[in-house]
């Protein structure tokens, strides 16, 4: 199993940036999915969690309404869609997979999550 995350760069304050997950050795469809970032001297935050469905997300209060996902099951892929971007979304960005055994819907903390991508960094200039 594997999750490549990629899309990610410098990019100026008020920039988009499209950060890609792609998933080998699993179908991404199945699994619920999320986002984390880790912003430099912070730890490691929830970004966006997805459900196995699709049908159910949850953004954090600082990209709601910025931030959008997205999923092509053809490409066996995930994004992020990250708008007006500021200099505090400066980070790592991780993609993330949660077992499908697992029985809840929405997973918000880390450790709920099974499979990981090897994070993409994105910086935001002022």
């Known amino acids: 199993v594997q999750l490549q995350a990629s899309g990610g760069g410098l990019v100026q304050a008020g920039g988009s940036l499209r950060l890609s997950c792609t998933a080998s050795?699993?179908?991404?469809?199945?699994?619920?999915m999320g986002w984390f970032r880790r912003a430099p001297g912070k730890e490691r935050e929830l970004v966006a969690a997805i459900s196995r469905s699709g049908e159910s997300a949850h953004f954090a209060d600082s990209v709601q309404g910025r931030f959008t996902w997205s999923r092509d099951n053809a490409e066996n892929s995930g994004y992020l869609q990250m708008n007006s971007l500021k200099p505090e979304d400066t980070g790592i960005y991780y993609c993330?997979?949660?077992?499908?055994?697992?029985?809840?819907?929405?997973?918000?903390?880390?450790?709920?999550?099974?499979?990981w991508g090897q994070g993409t960094l994105v910086t935001v200039s002022s």
């Open positions: 993330a997979v949660a077992d499908p055994r697992r029985l809840g819907l929405l997973y918000l903390s880390a450790n709920q999550y099974d499979y």
């Open positions: 050795g699993l179908t991404l469809n199945n699994y619920a």
